[in-house]
Every structure is written in structure tokens, then in C-alpha cells.
């Protein structure tokens, strides 16, 4: 009876475990990301600049009368671009006109990974880290991975061939390369003050609300800001894209799902990018001034192991909380400011941006130095 | 390091902006070369939205030109009616006896329409600089002043409402108090437009030193209006050549200094500020009396004249069916408009019909002069430059 399956044991004790937890975690983070921010953002916009300009916003789709808040437009903004002829200009490269938005929409989501949206569990017994991939060089991965998605764009405006699409590629190029230099800098005196790149390590240091990495690196977080709105490719940095100059830039060609798929790249990058604020910065899954031990005690009465559950949905609720109120701050900055010129955005890059960021390098260290 | 200095072989991109492109609204085409983003040059085209507008006018009775003038510059229609009726009442010879009422009128009209003019222009001129909240503060305000419009002319955009020796229709009950109400907006809206855009560091980089251009060259080249002021030059056909009351108002007229697109932004800002203050002056002294000219050959008798008397039958028969007749002769009337000099040339050879209708737009002086000055600068200075102008096709190609 014991030995029907002889050889190897297939699943090594705790395994099975493991692997249920990874896929979950997958799952998880897929749905949040594709199932529901990228369609819902979309909504969210359109409502957050109505409530801005003074207007209704989106509210017409109905389904037997119901519009419930202007949901459905998302609905319908779907079986639109779903059903739209999917048109590839005559003399576009194809292979490549076809990749570019793969390229662009897939690091947007790989990028989560390393990002931790929650802290460490003790589930049954089973250690419950919720982070897909716990890397030790936790940002770099971010960093690696959001400068493939730049391709997408690069490819997407020289396949093209239209010379809109090209200058927009071109734009896209030089803003990336600009931008990922001062934004890695910026993050340097973080990495410094936490001394670790590991991304769940800086989200346990943030436990106490005043170790926050804003309060700890608050010209680093400026920095850092200014980099991820010109990552991100948004208004006031949207130069590549820009309506009224390039008419949609690198995707001026792209239609139907393949032009949604830039679209999505974009919303995308800005979950991953306020995902990257909020672990950074804003103290990950923490509550301020509310540790987890404390979370677990006021939750006691439902036995440690469910105590535990109701203490990682709290976490979980609250950092996804975080990045629903920084893609607020973000998308409030895009709706207010005017657009830079190509030129204004690569002074502010390289003159400013870089040389502000290697001060704060500097200081930090110094601080660091007299500090200890 | 030779491969490095090895000279690689470019050449400059020729790019077809327009006529279909989301910055050349009012459809214009510039046919650009580039050098990377740098314009080497920049050939505008126009004529896309020509629609024969003179001849439209030359085959109707001096009376039905009105609904056309509307669809020229079509953000401020009455400026245009006024510019024609003027010209046309020149030719008449009773510019000297319009009723007073009915000239006051005009000049509010004219306010109010230069008013949704440069809400329109400068709120377009911040869309399509990606600030796009900013642009539907002015689309809000530009909607208050065309209900008012609309309250006294039934028509929001083509007002037609002036007439050669008179008006449609007189102000509405209760004018002078909406005006109040919606300046006192107005005003809000300026102020919250102006903190977010004057002072905001991307603003003015994007428009500072953008499109300049010396006094000369503006001169040169024909400017009028608030682009020529931006460059300096205190020429403002109201100070100039006082037409309607615009003697009688105390308002000043704002003028730059360097020419380039911040100092054009400036003046039309200060430019609405003006005209708050004239209509609210004008709607202080407006006097009573009758609206139009008591001269039935010039303007139609009252309607129930019209039905109870044989003579003011006739006249209207007359004047509908032949025309007004206009003695022979050769008129030029400039008035300012929001843009700049709008004026009527009008050639009668007697009868009820114009025999020359020649219109001077402003938009028409200006955009010759876009391509003199993007050349040199990128090709997103284009947008700021162009806004600048605020082409409007309908006048500009007429």
C-alpha cells in the first residue's frame, strides 16, 4: 500500500503548499491588475476628470436602465476595440508592427512581481510571504523590466512607417533613457537608508510610520516622482504621445485591441509605478501607527491562524487602498498640468533631475555618516 | 575614432501637417522640413475652407450678407455684423443717425462676443498644451456669455443679429442684472485660469520666446489686433479710429513687449479684464429710445406696421424683394475685432444689391506670418504659435 508509487517523490514535504501559495499569489495579481485596473482605470479617469472639470462624466451605457455609475462604458469600450478592424498601415514591418504592444503591455505586468503587497503570515503552520517573487535585487528587477516595455513603444513607431509614429518613437527613446538614469538615482539614498534592495525587507523597516520612506528621503521622493510621471509617459511628460503635435505618437497606427494593448501598457505602468510608491515610500502594506502584532491581537478572538487571515486581508486592503490613492495623485497631476516641450523635458532630466539626485545621494550618505 | 566622425548621411524629413492633424484646426496645412525635431522651414497652405463667402454676398440684397458675416469668425459673429453694417450704413450715409440705444447695443454685443473670443481662444490654446482642465474653466465662462448672447439674439454661435440701420431685437428684461450675475463668474473663472496657467513654470516655458516677433515684421506683415499689441505696437482700431461709443467708454488697451506667445497670452487675458469693464460702463449710461433708424427705406418698419399700414407694406415689400437701395459709391469701414482690424469694403453701383463685398480678415495677415516665426524652433513650438494667431478657417479663407 505504501510503496504503488515507487521513485522520487514527486512533491517534497511542503511543496504542495508552496505551490498553491505561488499560483494564488499569480492569480491574485493578474486579476487585480488585468481584471481590474487596467479596464477600471479607464472608468476612473473618466470620472475623476469630470469631477474635476465640473462635468457628469460617462454615464449613458445602460443595461435595462441600470448604468450603474457609468461602469458599463467600460463593457462597451471593450466589445469596441474587440470588434474594430485591426488595420496595419501599407509598408509597416509586421512581425514587428504585431510585437510592439506585446512588448509593452507584458513588463508593465511582469513588473509587479517584486512587489510586495503584503507582509509575511503564519498560516497553518505554512509561511505565507505575499510577494510573487521575492528577489533580493527587488527594484532593479522593476527597473530592468520597465526598460523593455520601452521597446514596445521604440518598435511600435518605427514599424509603423509613418513619420509621426517615428518622431514619437524617437521622443520615446530619448525620454526613457533620460529618465531611467535620474530615476535610478533618485532611489539610491533609499536603498541607503534601508540598506537592502529587497523590496518585502523595506516594507518590514516601514512598520514604525515615521521610518516611511517619504519622511526619510523626502527630495528622493520627489525625484522619484517626476521620474515614474516621465516613465509613465503621461501628461505633462506624454511628449511622445502628445494629440496636438504627433496626433497619438508611436500608436498612431495601432488599432482595435492591439491599440487598447498600448493603452492598457499605460494604465498598467501606473499601478506598477504607484505600486513602486507605495512599497517605497508609503509604507508598503503597513498601517501607520498600527503594527501587524497589534493588528493580530485586536483580531485574537478569532484563534491565531484566522487572526492571521483577517490581519493579511487587512494589509492587503490597505496597500491596494495606497495605490488606488496615488493613481488618484497621479491622474490629478495629468489632468491639470500643460505638456513640456521635447527639449524642456531632457533639460529637466539631465540638468536638474540627475545632478538633484546625486546630491541627495551625497547628503544622505553624510546624514547616515553623522548619524551613527 | 575615425569610424566616430564618419560622416553619416541624413537628410531632412518633409512632414505634412494638415490639413487633417489635431493642431490645424480650422483646417490649414503646413508642409514642414525637419531637421530631427528643428523646422527648417514651414510652408503654410490655406484655402481649405474657402467657400466663397464675397460672392455669396454679391448675389444676395445688401440685407441677407448677415447670416453669412456670422460664419466668419464665428466665435465672435456679431463683431462681424456690426463690421458690415457699418460699412454698409457709410455707404448709405446715415452712419450719423443711428439712435443712440441701438449703437450702445452694438458695442455691448461686440464686448460680449470679443469676450467668448478669447475665452474660446485662449482655453483651446491650453487644450492643445495638455492642460485640458484649465481649457473647460474658459469653455464654462465662454457658455455664460453666450447665454447671454443668446438671450438677446435667440442664437448662441451665428448670431444675425444686427441689421443695416438698426438691430433684430432689443435687449431683453432683466439684461443688465444676468450680466452682472455672469460677470461676477467671469471674473471667478479668470482668476482660477490665471493661477493655474500664468504663473505655472511649464506654461511659460512652452510659451515664452515662442513665436516671437519684432514690431517691424508685424507690422511688415500686416498684424493687427492682439498680436500686434503683444509686439508692442499701441494700435487698436477702438483708440485709433473710435467707431460706435468706444469714444465715450474708459478702457485701456494692454500692450507687450517681446512679441512671442506668452506676451499674446498676456494681452488677451488683459483684453477680457477690458471688456468686462466696458460693457459694464456701457450698460451704466445705456439710454432709451428706439433701436432702429426711423427711415423706412433702410431698415423694415415695425411688424405691425408692416400688417396694418398700406405704406409700411410696400416698404417692406420693397425692401425684401429688391433690396434695400444703396446709392452708388465706395466704402472701407475698419473696426476691431477679436483677432484684429475687420473691415468691409463695399462697392455699390446703386440698386439692391452689393457689387464688390471684400472682406479684410485678420486671420488671413496673421497666418502669413506662422511660418517666419517657427522657423528655427521645434516643431512642437508650432502648436503654441499657431494658437497664438487662432486661425479661424471660416475668415480666414472666407
Same mark, same amino acid.
Given at each position: 500500500?505504501?510503496?504503488?508509487?515507487?521513485?522520487?517523490?514527486?512533491?517534497?514535504?511542503?511543496?504542495?503548499?508552496?505551490?498553491?501559495?505561488?499560483?494564488?499569489?499569480?492569480?491574485?495579481?493578474?486579476?487585480?491588475?488585468?481584471?481590474?485596473?487596467?479596464?477600471?482605470?479607464?472608468?476612473?479617469? @473618466?470620472?475623476?476628470?469630470?469631477?474635476?472639470? !465640473?462635468?457628469? /462624466?460617462?454615464?449613458?451605457?445602460?443595461?435595462?436602465?441600470?448604468?450603474?455609475?457609468?461602469?458599463?462604458?467600460?463593457?462597451?469600450?471593450?466589445?469596441?476595440?474587440?470588434?474594430?478592424?485591426?488595420?496595419?498601415?501599407?509598408?509597416? !514591418?509586421?512581425?514587428?508592427?504585431?510585437?510592439?504592444?506585446?512588448?509593452?503591455?507584458?513588463?508593465?505586468?511582469?513588473?509587479?512581481?517584486?512587489?510586495?503587497?503584503?507582509?509575511?503570515?503564519?498560516?497553518?503552520?505554512?509561511?505565507?510571504?505575499?510577494?510573487?517573487?521575492?528577489? !533580493?535585487?527587488?527594484?532593479?528587477?522593476?527597473?530592468?523590466?520597465?526598460?523593455?516595455?520601452?521597446?514596445?513603444?521604440?518598435?511600435?513607431?518605427?514599424?509603423?512607417?509613418?513619420?509621426? &509614429?517615428?518622431?514619437?518613437?524617437?521622443?520615446?527613446?530619448?525620454?526613457?533613457?533620460?529618465?531611467?538614469?535620474?530615476?535610478?538615482?533618485?532611489?539610491?539614498?533609499?536603498?541607503?537608508?534601508?540598506?537592502?534592495?529587497?523590496?518585502?525587507?523595506?516594507?518590514?523597516?516601514?512598520?514604525?510610520?515615521?521610518?516611511?520612506?517619504?519622511?526619510?528621503?523626502?527630495?528622493?521622493?520627489?525625484?522619484?516622482?517626476?521620474?515614474?510621471?516621465?516613465?509613465?509617459?503621461?501628461?505633462?511628460? !506624454?511628449?511622445?504621445?502628445?494629440? &496636438?503635435?504627433?496626433?497619438? /505618437?508611436?500608436?498612431?497606427?495601432?488599432? /482595435?485591441?492591439?491599440?487598447?494593448?498600448?493603452?492598457?501598457?499605460?494604465?498598467?505602468?501606473?499601478?506598477?509605478?504607484?505600486?513602486?510608491?507605495?512599497?517605497?515610500?508609503?509604507?508598503?502594506?503597513?498601517?501607520?501607527?498600527? &503594527?501587524?502584532?497589534?493588528?493580530? @491581537?485586536?483580531?485574537?478572538?478569532?484563534?491565531?491562524?484566522?487572526?492571521?487571515?483577517?490581519?493579511?486581508?487587512?494589509?492587503?486592503?490597505?496597500?491596494?487602498?495606497?495605490?488606488?490613492?496615488?493613481?488618484?495623485?497621479?491622474?490629478?497631476? @495629468?489632468?491639470?498640468?500643460?505638456?513640456?516641450?521635447?527639449?524642456?523635458?531632457?533639460?529637466?532630466?539631465?540638468?536638474?533631475?540627475?545632478?538633484?539626485?546625486?546630491?541627495?545621494?551625497?547628503?544622505?550618505?553624510?546624514?547616515?555618516?553623522?548619524?551613527? | 575614432?575615425?569610424?566616430?566622425?564618419? +560622416?553619416?548621411?541624413?537628410?531632412?524629413?518633409?512632414?505634412?501637417?494638415?490639413?487633417?492633424?489635431?493642431?490645424?484646426?480650422?483646417?490649414?496645412?503646413?508642409?514642414?522640413?525637419?531637421?530631427?525635431?528643428?523646422?527648417?522651414?514651414?510652408?503654410?497652405?490655406?484655402?481649405?475652407?474657402?467657400?466663397?463667402?464675397?460672392?455669396?454676398?454679391?448675389?444676395?440684397?445688401?440685407? #441677407?450678407?448677415?447670416?453669412?458675416?456670422?460664419?466668419?469668425?464665428?466665435?465672435?459673429?456679431? #463683431?462681424?455684423?456690426?463690421?458690415?453694417?457699418?460699412?454698409?450704413?457709410?455707404?448709405?450715409?446715415?452712419?450719423?443717425?443711428?439712435?443712440?440705444?441701438?449703437?450702445?447695443?452694438?458695442?455691448?454685443?461686440?464686448?460680449?462676443?470679443?469676450?467668448?473670443?478669447?475665452?474660446?481662444?485662449?482655453?483651446?490654446?491650453?487644450?492643445?498644451?495638455?492642460?485640458?482642465?484649465?481649457?473647460?474653466?474658459?469653455?464654462?465662462?465662454?457658455? *455664460?456669455?453666450? +447665454?447671454?448672447?443668446?438671450?438677446?439674439?435667440?442664437?448662441?454661435?451665428?448670431?444675425?443679429?444686427?441689421?443695416?440701420?438698426?438691430?433684430?431685437?432689443?435687449?431683453?428684461?432683466?439684461?443688465?442684472?444676468?450680466?452682472?450675475?455672469?460677470?461676477?463668474?467671469? $471674473?471667478?473663472?479668470? $482668476?482660477?485660469?490665471?493661477?493655474?496657467?500664468?504663473?505655472?513654470?511649464?506654461?511659460?516655458?512652452?510659451?515664452?520666446?515662442?513665436?516671437?516677433?519684432?514690431?517691424?515684421?508685424?507690422?511688415?506683415?500686416?498684424?493687427?489686433?492682439?498680436? *500686434?499689441?503683444?509686439?508692442?505696437?499701441?494700435?487698436?482700431?477702438?483708440?485709433?479710429?473710435?467707431?460706435?461709443?468706444?469714444?465715450?467708454?474708459?478702457?485701456?488697451?494692454?500692450?507687450?513687449?517681446?512679441?512671442?506667445?506668452?506676451?499674446?497670452?498676456?494681452?488677451?487675458?488683459?483684453?477680457?479684464?477690458?471688456?468686462?469693464?466696458?460693457?459694464? #460702463?456701457?450698460?451704466?449710461?445705456?439710454?432709451?429710445?428706439?433701436?432702429?433708424?426711423?427711415?423706412?427705406?433702410?431698415?423694415?418698419?415695425?411688424?405691425? +406696421?408692416?400688417?396694418?399700414?398700406?405704406?409700411?407694406?410696400?416698404?417692406?415689400?420693397?425692401?425684401?424683394?429688391?433690396?434695400?437701395?444703396?446709392?452708388?459709391?465706395?466704402?472701407?469701414?475698419?473696426?476691431?475685432?477679436?483677432?484684429?482690424?475687420?473691415?468691409?469694403?463695399?462697392?455699390?453701383?446703386?440698386?439692391?444689391?452689393?457689387?464688390?463685398?471684400?472682406?479684410?480678415?485678420?486671420?488671413?495677415?496673421?497666418? #502669413?506670418?506662422?511660418?517666419?516665426?517657427?522657423?528655427?524652433?521645434?516643431?512642437?513650438?508650432?502648436?503654441?504659435?499657431?494658437?497664438?494667431?487662432?486661425?479661424?478657417?471660416?475668415?480666414?479663407? $472666407?
Amino acid at each position: 500500500m505504501a510503496d504503488i508509487f515507487p521513485g522520487p517523490d514527486i512533491f517534497p514535504a511542503g511543496m504542495l503548499p508552496s505551490l498553491v501559495e505561488m499560483m494564488a499569489k499569480i492569480i491574485f495579481i493578474f486579476t487585480m491588475n488585468m481584471g481590474v485596473f487596467a479596464p477600471l482605470l479607464g472608468w476612473v479617469e @473618466r470620472k475623476q476628470s469630470a469631477l474635476m472639470q !465640473d462635468r457628469i /462624466g460617462a454615464n449613458r451605457a445602460d443595461i435595462l436602465g441600470f448604468t450603474v455609475f457609468g461602469l458599463l462604458h467600460t463593457l462597451t469600450d471593450a466589445i469596441k476595440l474587440l470588434t474594430k478592424e485591426d488595420f496595419i498601415p501599407e509598408g509597416a !514591418d509586421r512581425p514587428l508592427h504585431y510585437l510592439a504592444p506585446f512588448i509593452a503591455v507584458v513588463p508593465a505586468l511582469i513588473a509587479f512581481a517584486v512587489i510586495p503587497f503584503g507582509g509575511q503570515y503564519d498560516l497553518w503552520g505554512h509561511k505565507t510571504n505575499l510577494v510573487i517573487a521575492d528577489l !533580493d535585487v527587488g527594484v532593479l528587477f522593476v527597473f530592468a523590466v520597465a526598460s523593455i516595455s520601452t521597446y514596445g513603444s521604440v518598435i511600435a513607431g518605427w514599424a509603423s512607417n509613418n513619420n509621426w &509614429s517615428l518622431l514619437g518613437g524617437v521622443r520615446v527613446a530619448a525620454q526613457m533613457l533620460s529618465y531611467e538614469v535620474a530615476m535610478g538615482l533618485a532611489l539610491v539614498g533609499i536603498f541607503m537608508v534601508y540598506g537592502t534592495l529587497r523590496l518585502t525587507d523595506i516594507g518590514v523597516a516601514q512598520e514604525n510610520f515615521l521610518h516611511w520612506g517619504i519622511f526619510l528621503q523626502p527630495l528622493g521622493f520627489i525625484l522619484f516622482i517626476t521620474c515614474a510621471l516621465a516613465e509613465n509617459k503621461r501628461t505633462p511628460f !506624454d511628449i511622445p504621445e502628445a494629440e &496636438s503635435e504627433l496626433i497619438a /505618437g508611436y500608436f498612431t497606427e495601432y488599432s /482595435g485591441l492591439k491599440f487598447a494593448m498600448f493603452w492598457m501598457a499605460e494604465f498598467l505602468e501606473m499601478v506598477t509605478i504607484s505600486g513602486v510608491l507605495v512599497a517605497l515610500f508609503f509604507g508598503g502594506w503597513q498601517i501607520p501607527f498600527v &503594527s501587524g502584532a497589534a493588528l493580530a @491581537r485586536l483580531f485574537g478572538f478569532l484563534g491565531p491562524n484566522l487572526a492571521q487571515v483577517a490581519v493579511m486581508l487587512v494589509h492587503v486592503a490597505v496597500f491596494w487602498a495606497k495605490i488606488l490613492l496615488w493613481i488618484f495623485i497621479l491622474m490629478l497631476i @495629468r489632468w491639470t498640468l500643460p505638456r513640456f516641450r521635447y527639449d524642456q523635458v531632457m533639460k529637466l532630466g539631465w540638468k536638474i533631475i540627475l545632478p538633484l539626485s546625486l546630491i541627495n545621494i551625497l547628503v544622505t550618505g553624510l546624514v547616515m555618516l553623522l548619524v551613527k | 575614432m575615425s569610424e566616430l566622425r564618419m +560622416d553619416l548621411h541624413t537628410e531632412p524629413m518633409i512632414l505634412s501637417m494638415g490639413p487633417s492633424h489635431p493642431a490645424t484646426h480650422g483646417t490649414v496645412r503646413f508642409l514642414l522640413k525637419l531637421d530631427g525635431e528643428k523646422i527648417l522651414n514651414c510652408d503654410t497652405e490655406i484655402g481649405y475652407l474657402h467657400r466663397a463667402f464675397e460672392k455669396h454676398c454679391e448675389n444676395g440684397t445688401w440685407t #441677407q450678407a448677415f447670416p453669412y458675416t456670422d460664419r466668419l469668425n464665428y466665435n465672435s459673429a456679431v #463683431q462681424n455684423n456690426v463690421a458690415y453694417a457699418l460699412a454698409a450704413e457709410e455707404l448709405l450715409g446715415v452712419a450719423g443717425k443711428m439712435p443712440e440705444r441701438a449703437v450702445y447695443v452694438r458695442t455691448i454685443m461686440c464686448e460680449l462676443a470679443r469676450l467668448a473670443d478669447h475665452y474660446t481662444n485662449l482655453g483651446a490654446a491650453t487644450l492643445e498644451l495638455g492642460a485640458l482642465t484649465a481649457f473647460l474653466y474658459f469653455v464654462e465662462a465662454r457658455e *455664460l456669455v453666450w +447665454d447671454l448672447i443668446e438671450s438677446v439674439c435667440g442664437a448662441r454661435l451665428t448670431s444675425n443679429y444686427v441689421r443695416i440701420g438698426g438691430l433684430a431685437s432689443d435687449l431683453p428684461e432683466g439684461f443688465a442684472d444676468h450680466v452682472k450675475r455672469v460677470f461676477a463668474t467671469n $471674473r471667478e473663472h479668470w $482668476r482660477q485660469f490665471d493661477k493655474l496657467l500664468t504663473k505655472n513654470r511649464i506654461f511659460m516655458d512652452r510659451m515664452r520666446d515662442t513665436g516671437a516677433i519684432s514690431a517691424e515684421d508685424a507690422i511688415a506683415l500686416g498684424f493687427t489686433g492682439p498680436c *500686434l499689441r503683444a509686439a508692442g505696437v499701441e494700435y487698436d482700431v477702438r483708440k485709433a479710429n473710435p467707431y460706435l461709443v468706444y469714444d465715450r467708454v474708459d478702457f485701456d488697451v494692454p500692450v507687450g513687449t517681446t512679441g512671442d506667445n506668452f506676451d499674446k497670452y498676456l494681452v488677451r487675458m488683459e483684453e477680457i479684464n477690458q471688456s468686462l469693464r466696458i460693457v459694464e #460702463q456701457l450698460l451704466g449710461k445705456l439710454p432709451k429710445g428706439p433701436i432702429n433708424i426711423n427711415d423706412a427705406s433702410v431698415r423694415n418698419p415695425a411688424k405691425e +406696421d408692416v400688417k396694418n399700414q398700406i405704406q409700411s407694406m410696400i416698404h417692406h415689400f420693397k425692401n425684401t424683394i429688391e433690396g434695400i437701395t444703396v446709392p452708388a459709391g465706395e466704402v472701407y469701414v475698419p473696426t476691431e475685432g477679436s483677432n484684429g482690424e475687420v473691415g468691409f469694403y463695399l462697392v455699390s453701383v446703386g440698386g439692391g444689391k452689393p457689387w464688390k463685398c471684400r472682406v479684410r480678415p485678420p486671420s488671413f495677415a496673421l497666418t #502669413q506670418g506662422v511660418g517666419e516665426m517657427v522657423k528655427g524652433a521645434f516643431l512642437a513650438d508650432i502648436i503654441p504659435t499657431f494658437d497664438m494667431i487662432n486661425l479661424i478657417g471660416g475668415e480666414c479663407d $472666407r
